[in-house]
């Protein structure tokens, strides 16, 4: 599925986890933020949870993202 990633990808799962998951300070994270904040990406689904197809890493919930028209 095709997706906007928000822009402020960060800050919104920061937010979302309330910091209890060390977004802010995990390189691994950022670098994918960094890749695909504001962008329109390829989400994959695993149980119901959204994925970016090529990390396949991050489980972003629905407020990270919204389905691209």
């Not at 920061?14 to 994270?29: Q, R, T, V």
């Amino acid at each position: 599925m095709k997706a906007r990633i928000h822009p402020d990808l960060v800050n919104i799962i920061d937010a979302y986890f309330k910091g209890s998951e060390g977004h802010k300070n995990d390189p691994k994270f950022l670098a994918l933020a960094e890749r695909i904040a504001g962008q329109e990406v390829d989400l994959v689904f695993t149980h119901g949870d959204a994925f970016e197809a090529i990390d396949n890493n991050y489980w972003l919930p629905e407020c990270c993202w919204e389905p691209a028209e």
